[in-house]
């Protein structure tokens, strides 16, 4: 066993204090953020504690796997669709699999002890390490003088003795050591993964139930814009500002439309499934009740284009149609996910 570990980084304290104070007892760190299809914690926040902590830092990719891991989860659902044991499973074996690639031998988290209901309860804290096959490779400095003893503290590469005994929700012992550690930059809590979000739960339902097969570019796109189920098949997106409308513009592909104001400001539109006569006209009545009457020109029109493979060089077809008639909001309301 070496004096190495992967340290799992997410940009927060408890994962910057759990390196810190092992980085302290002359542990080797190599800081891990595993970046998922919507920015779940903040990569670049990741980067930067890294950077303070002077430890090397790797970002891996969460794959078409994970997807899998959200939709069939063997633990179950948290409060939305975070199926956080299973989820924490697939993390730690991503983390296993770059400690064998770099020589580590155990693990380095955050995790404090009754922080949060679902995954780091007793009784799930050891199960996800045992189901990742990392069974007492697991450090949580934090918490770990109220969990049993690792392997690595066993064998005397890091003293127990300098560990802390942490738990619960509260944050103040981790504001104290933050103090005590010269770490004074540090983002609140908060926010976190979207999977624990409602809103963006329903659409993840919304997805899952609609489609056998969902890629990560479909789950990428649930974090923008409105989202409207026309019908089982179809789904249209809106788009809430400037840079959500420029980006939704980068998702036009085969089976796709992509409908834009034509010389006036309001919001696009992509339609995502087999587009019909009502799905396309909704598509044109969803800009029109997304802008602003004062800015709607005379007779305003809308430019809809039809998604080409992309990299081929081919412009897409482009129509030029009307925008006549609006929707009422109660109408919306039924279709919005
Ligand atoms: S909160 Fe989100 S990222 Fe964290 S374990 Fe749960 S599902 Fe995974």
């Given at each position: 066993?070496?004096?190495?570990?992967?340290?799992?980084?997410?940009?927060?304290?408890?994962?910057?204090?759990?390196?810190k104070?092992?980085?302290?007892?002359?542990?080797e760190?190599?800081?891990?953020?595993?970046?998922?299809?919507?920015?779940?914690?903040?990569?670049?926040?990741?980067?930067k504690?890294?950077?303070?902590?002077g430890?090397?830092f790797?970002?891996?990719k969460?794959?078409?796997?994970?997807?899998?891991v959200?939709r069939?989860?063997k633990?179950?659902?948290?409060?939305?669709?975070?199926?956080c044991?299973d989820?924490?499973?697939?993390m730690?074996k991503?983390?296993?699999?770059?400690?064998?690639?770099?020589?580590?031998?155990?693990?380095?988290?955050?995790e404090?002890l009754?922080?949060r209901p679902m995954?780091?309860?007793?009784?799930?804290?050891l199960?996800?390490?045992?189901?990742?096959?990392?069974?007492?490779l697991?450090?949580?400095?934090l918490?770990a003088?109220?969990?049993p003893?690792?392997?690595?503290?066993e064998?005397?590469?890091?003293?127990?003795q300098?560990?802390y005994?942490i738990?619960?929700?509260?944050?103040?012992?981790?504001?104290?050591?933050?103090?005590?550690?010269?770490?004074?930059?540090?983002?609140?809590p908060?926010g976190g993964?979207?999977?624990?979000?409602?809103e963006f739960g329903?659409?993840v339902r919304?997805?899952?139930?609609s489609?056998?097969?969902?890629?990560?570019?479909?789950?990428?796109?649930?974090q923008?814009?409105?989202?409207?189920?026309?019908?089982?098949?179809?789904?249209?997106?809106?788009g809430?500002n400037?840079?959500?409308?420029?980006?939704?513009?980068?998702?036009?592909?085969?089976g796709r439309?992509?409908f834009?104001?034509?010389?006036?400001?309001?919001?696009v539109?992509?339609?995502?499934?087999?587009p019909?006569?009502?799905t396309?006209?909704?598509?044109l009545?969803?800009?029109?009740?997304?802008t602003k009457?004062q800015?709607l020109?005379?007779?305003?029109?809308?430019?809809c284009?039809?998604?080409?493979?992309?990299?081929?060089?081919?412009?897409p077809?482009?129509?030029?149609l009307?925008l006549?008639?609006?929707?009422?909001a109660?109408?919306?309301?039924?279709?919005?996910?």
């Amino acid at each position: 066993m070496t004096k190495k570990g992967v340290a799992m980084i997410s940009g927060g304290l408890d994962s910057t204090l759990a390196a810190k104070i092992l980085l302290e007892q002359g542990v080797e760190l190599c800081g891990l953020y595993l970046s998922a299809p919507w920015g779940c914690c903040d990569k670049t926040k990741a980067m930067k504690v890294a950077a303070q902590l002077g430890i090397e830092f790797m970002v891996v990719k969460m794959t078409q796997e994970y997807i899998g891991v959200i939709r069939n989860p063997k633990y179950g659902y948290g409060s939305s669709m975070n199926p956080c044991i299973d989820c924490r499973i697939y993390m730690f074996k991503k983390a296993k699999d770059l400690m064998a690639e770099i020589g580590a031998s155990f693990l380095v988290t955050g995790e404090v002890l009754g922080q949060r209901p679902m995954s780091q309860m007793r009784h799930s804290l050891l199960l996800i390490e045992r189901q990742a096959g990392l069974d007492r490779l697991v450090v949580r400095p934090l918490s770990a003088k109220v969990l049993p003893p690792t392997l690595p503290e066993e064998q005397g590469l890091i003293d127990r003795q300098r560990l802390y005994g942490i738990t619960g929700r509260s944050r103040k012992e981790q504001m104290e050591l933050a103090v005590r550690y010269g770490i004074l930059e540090y983002p609140n809590p908060a926010g976190g993964c979207l999977l624990t979000d409602r809103e963006f739960g329903n659409r993840v339902r919304d997805l899952f139930e609609s489609q056998e097969e969902v890629d990560l570019e479909e789950m990428e796109l649930l974090q923008l814009g409105r989202h409207f189920r026309a019908n089982p098949l179809t789904k249209l997106i809106v788009g809430r500002n400037e840079e959500e409308n420029a980006t939704l513009a980068e998702y036009l592909a085969p089976g796709r439309l992509f409908f834009v104001p034509d010389r006036f400001p309001g919001p696009v539109v992509l339609l995502i499934g087999p587009p019909d006569e009502e799905t396309r006209r909704l598509a044109l009545r969803l800009i029109l009740h997304y802008t602003k009457k004062q800015k709607l020109p005379p007779e305003p029109k809308v430019i809809c284009r039809v998604g080409v493979p992309r990299g081929e060089g081919q412009r897409p077809m482009e129509e030029v149609l009307a925008l006549d008639e609006g929707i009422e909001a109660t109408q919306l309301e039924a279709m919005r996910i």
